[in-house]
């Protein structure tokens, strides 16, 4: 069974920066596109980056541009959310998930295997 295990949450002050991690336990999965959603309380998940399956095309959703930045190594079977600049309006879980497609999607329900997710807090 494969699995998806984020790491890299936490809290931090407003302007400060994180890092996530996503490991995937089946290198078969380096062949599909990824992608970082997350989830405030109340409210709907949202893609926020997504890559395709080899690294040469990105998406972000407009309210993380030029602050967020998704990156992945195949050869680790890893992927990477670099975030500087949070603000309050970031704080979620983040999930990250792979896709049965091999180009950037950014719908939930073109992802299928999900991981358990990782708290992000940000402080004003």
């Known amino acids: 069974q494969v699995q998806l295990v984020e790491s890299g949450g936490g809290l931090v002050q407003a302007g400060g920066s994180l890092r996530l991690s996503c490991a995937v336990s089946?290198?078969?999965?380096?062949?599909?596109?990824m992608a970082w959603f997350r989830q405030a309380p109340g409210k709907e998940r949202e893609c926020v980056v997504a890559i395709n399956w080899s690294g040469s095309s990105t998406y972000q959703a407009d309210a993380v541009k030029g602050r967020f930045t998704i990156s992945r190594d195949n050869a680790k079977s890893s992927m990477y959310l670099q975030m500087n600049s949070l603000k309050p309006e970031d704080t979620a879980v983040y999930y990250c998930?792979?896709?049965?497609?091999?180009?950037?999607?950014?719908?939930?329900?073109?992802?299928?295997?999900w991981g358990q997710g990782t708290q992000v807090t940000v402080s004003s």
């Open positions: 089946a290198r078969s999965f380096n062949a599909y596109a």
């Open positions: 998930a792979v896709s049965s497609f091999r180009d950037v999607r950014t719908e939930t329900y073109d992802y299928h295997i």
